[in-house]
Nanobody, 125 residues
């Protein structure tokens, strides 16, 4: 069956960096956009970043532009999120997701059929 497994979360001080990885298994997603969402305590899940199947189009939430970078390696069926200059407000559970086949980098939660289990990112002040 399809599995998306995130890794790389943890505790970091404000201003620090983390790199999240999401490895997919069970099928190949080289023709699907992939992305990241996050959910902070008491808040709804929100879009963070998305990337098209070939990596030619990227999209970011305004809150992370200039600090986060999404990338993918289709040979490894893996998507990454490099997070720099982290802020306490970035604290959340981060989820990777797969969008509809040949879709855009603007992933929508209601169109994403596959999700990882989430990885906790905590940024201390």
């Amino acid at each position: 069956q399809v599995q998306l497994v995130e890794s790389g979360g943890g505790l970091v001080q404000a201003g620090g960096s983390l790199r999240l990885s999401c490895a997919a298994s069970g099928r190949t997603f080289s023709t699907y956009p992939m992305g990241w969402f996050r959910q902070a305590p008491g808040k709804e899940r929100e879009f963070v970043a998305g990337i098209t199947s070939g990596g030619g189009s990227l999209h970011y939430a305004d809150s992370v532009k200039g600090r986060f970078t999404i990338s993918r390696d289709n040979a490894k069926n893996t998507v990454y999120l490099q997070m720099n200059s982290l802020k306490p407000e970035d604290t959340a559970v981060y989820y990777c997701a797969v969008g509809p086949r040949y879709g855009s980098s603007r992933l929508r939660e209601d169109e994403s059929d596959y999700w990882g289990q989430g990885t906790q990112v905590t940024v201390s002040s």
